[in-house]
C-alpha cells in the first residue's frame, strides 16, 4: 500500500485507496473510510506537523537532555545488556540494570506486576497532574540454536525509552508543567504464552496513559499509515502434539509414528498453500521428534505462529491448518492435541502521532529513510496496548541488515546501531514534549483515535461479508 495519510489527505486521495493492506480489506473498508470524511477537515496534519517541529528552544533543551544521556550512559547501558542477553521472562539482570538506574533518577519502581516477575512499573516521584505519559520497554532477546542473541536489538529499548522519560521528568519538574510519567517494563515480547503486554492490559496496568510510546529497532527509518493495525499481522499461536504408539523400528508395525505424522502435518500445509489467500504466513517448527532412532517416537510437537493482516480470515486460515493436523493423525493412526494458545489482534494507529514522529526522526539525523508510509500497525504487537490508548512506535534506522539476524546483533554496538538509537530517544522526547505542552494537539490525538476505534467493530462485520468460504458439495 502506498498512501500517504489516512485521514489528513484522504481528500486528496480515492477513498478505496485508503486504509488497510490487502485489496480485500480496501475494498470491503470503503464505507469505513468514508464514514471518517466528517472529520478530515479538522485534521490538517502536514500544516500541524510544520507547526510542531518548528523552532522551540524549550523542546531543544529537553530533546538535549536526552541526547546527553545517551551519549554519556544510556548506550553503553544498552551495549552492555545487548553482551549479556537474556530470553524472555528471565530478563532478571536487564531488569535490575534498568530499574536501578530508574530509582536513582526520582522513579519509584514496582516489579513483578501482572503476575510477570520481569515485569515493572517505574512512576516519577514527582508527578502531578495530566497528561499521563507512558514509555513502553522491551528487554528480552531472541531464542536463537547458538543461545540467546539480541538480533532485534530490545536491549537498547531500555535506554531509548529511559533517556526520554528521564529528560522529560526532569523538564516537568523544572518548569512546574503538568504530567506524569510512567515506564513500562514489558517481558517476554518475542514469546507466547504469556502474551505480556495483554495480561499487564488486563491486570489495568496500563489504565489512565493518555499516549503511550516506545522504540524498535529497522532497517529503515519508517511510519505506519494510520489505520488499524497489522503490525506482525494478527497472529495465532497453536501448539500440536502428536501421539502414538512406540515400538522398535524394525517392527514398526507394532507401533504408530508420532514422527512420521508431524512431518506429513508439514507436507498438508505446504499443500494448503495455493488455497490460502498469499497475504497469509504460516510459520512452525518442530519442538519434539523422538529420543532414538530405534524407537518409532510415540509422542511428536510442532509450535506454529498463523498471521495474517487481519482477525476474520485469520479464523479461516487456522481452522484449515487444525484440519491439516487432524488429517495428518488420521492418516497415520495417531491422535493429535491442539492448543490454541496466543492470540496477537490489531492495535491502532494515528497519523497525527506517527508523522511528527517521523518528522523529528528526520530531523534529528535518521538515515534510510523510507518517503513511503508502511501497512497500518499498532506500536504494541499484541494490540491490546495500542487499540485502547493511542501510541506511536520510534523506528529509525539502527541497523544494516534485516531483524532477527546476527548482523543486527552487531549493529546493535555499532556506530549505525547508536546513531538511530540516540535519533529515537531524541525524536520520542521531542513528541513526548508537544504532547505535554500543547493542549491543541492532545485533542486532535484523541479525535483521531476515537474516530479510527469506533469503527472497527464495523470494519470486522464488512470483512466477514466479503470472506466466503467456498461451499464444497457433497459427492
Not at 498453500?273 to 519434539?288: C, D, K, L, M, Y
Not at 499498532?378 to 494490540?383: L, R, W
Not at 535519533?423 to 492532545?442: G, N
Request: with cysteine; hydrophobic share 40%; aromatic share 8%.
Amino acid at each position: 500500500m502506498r498512501t500517504p495519510a489516512f485521514l489528513a489527505l484522504a481528500l486528496l486521495l480515492p477513498a478505496a485507496l485508503l486504509a488497510q493492506e490487502t485489496p480485500t480489506e480496501r475494498d470491503a473498508a470503503r464505507d469505513v473510510v468514508q464514514k471518517l470524511d466528517s472529520i478530515e477537515h479538522s485534521l490538517n496534519i502536514p500544516a500541524m506537523v510544520a507547526r510542531l517541529t518548528g523552532p522551540n528552544a524549550a523542546r531543544d533543551q529537553v530533546v538535549g537532555r536526552a541526547k546527553e544521556l545517551m551519549d554519556a550512559e544510556l548506550l553503553a547501558m544498552g551495549d552492555d545488556i545487548t553482551r549479556h542477553p537474556e530470553i524472555g521472562f528471565e530478563e532478571k539482570r536487564s531488569v535490575q540494570i534498568l530499574t536501578d538506574y530508574l530509582k536513582k533518577h526520582d522513579f519509584t519502581v514496582q516489579t513483578g506486576v501482572a503476575g510477570l516477575p520481569t515485569a515493572f512499573v517505574a512512576k516519577y516521584n514527582k508527578n502531578s497532574g495530566t497528561p499521563n505519559l507512558g514509555v513502553i520497554v522491551e528487554y528480552d532477546a531472541l531464542r536463537g540454536t547458538k543461545g540467546a542473541f539480541h538480533g532485534d536489538q530490545h536491549s537498547t529499548q531500555g535506554p531509548i525509552g529511559i533517556a526520554a522519560a528521564v529528560a522529560m521528568a526532569e523538564y516537568l519538574t523544572k518548569t512546574h508543567t503538568p504530567g506524569s510519567i510512567t515506564v513500562f517494563g514489558t517481558p517476554g515480547e518475542e514469546m507466547m504464552p504469556p502474551e505480556a503486554k495483554t495480561q499487564m492490559y488486563d491486570a489495568h496496568v496500563f489504565d489512565g496513559m493518555d499516549i503511550i510510546v516506545r522504540s524498535h529497532s529497522t532497517a529503515q527509518t519508517s511510519r505506519p499509515a494510520p489505520g488499524f493495525g497489522t503490525c506482525c499481522m494478527n497472529i495465532d499461536g497453536v501448539h500440536y502434539t502428536f501421539y502414538g504408539a512406540p515400538a522398535h523400528q524394525l517392527t514398526a508395525w507394532n507401533g504408530r509414528n508420532a514422527l512420521t505424522a508431524v512431518i506429513h502435518f508439514f507436507d498438508n500445509i505446504d499443500g494448503l498453500r495455493s488455497n490460502i489467500r498469499p497475504e497469509a504466513r504460516i510459520q512452525g517448527v518442530i519442538t519434539e521428534g523422538g529420543a532414538a532412532p530405534n524407537v518409532v517416537p510415540d509422542k511428536t510437537a510442532a509450535d506454529f505462529y498463523i498471521r495474517y493482516p487481519d482477525e476474520v480470515y485469520l479464523a479461516q486460515v487456522t481452522e484449515m491448518v487444525d484440519n491439516a493436523a487432524r488429517a495428518a493423525a488420521l492418516g497415520t493412526g495417531t491422535k493429535v492435541k491442539i492448543d490454541h494458545y496466543g492470540h496477537d489482534r490489531d492495535g491502532i494507529s494515528e497519523g497525527s502521532i506517527g508523522e511528527v514522529a517521523f518528522a523529528y526522526m528526520k530531523k534529528y539525523g535518521a538515515t534510510g529513510v523510507n518517503p513511503e508510509p508502511g501497512k497500518p500497525q499498532g506500536y504494541d504487537e499484541t494490540g491490546s496496548v495500542s487499540s485502547a490508548i493511542p501510541g506511536a512506535e520510534f523506528t529509525a534506522k539502527s541497523s544494516n541488515a534485516p531483524n532477527h539476524t546476527y548482523e543486527m546483533l552487531a549493529d546493535a554496538t555499532g556506530p549505525v546501531g547508536h546513531a538511530g538509537f540516540v535519533t529515537d530517544a531524541q525524536a520520542m522526547t521531542a513528541l513526548l514534549f508537544d504532547f505535554a505542552t500543547h493542549a491543541d494537539y492532545r485533542a486532535t490525538v484523541k479525535k483521531e483515535f476515537d474516530a479510527i476505534h469506533a469503527l472497527h467493530n464495523q470494519y470486522l462485520e464488512d470483512l466477514k461479508k466479503v470472506y466466503v468460504v467456498p461451499k464444497v458439495p457433497e459427492p
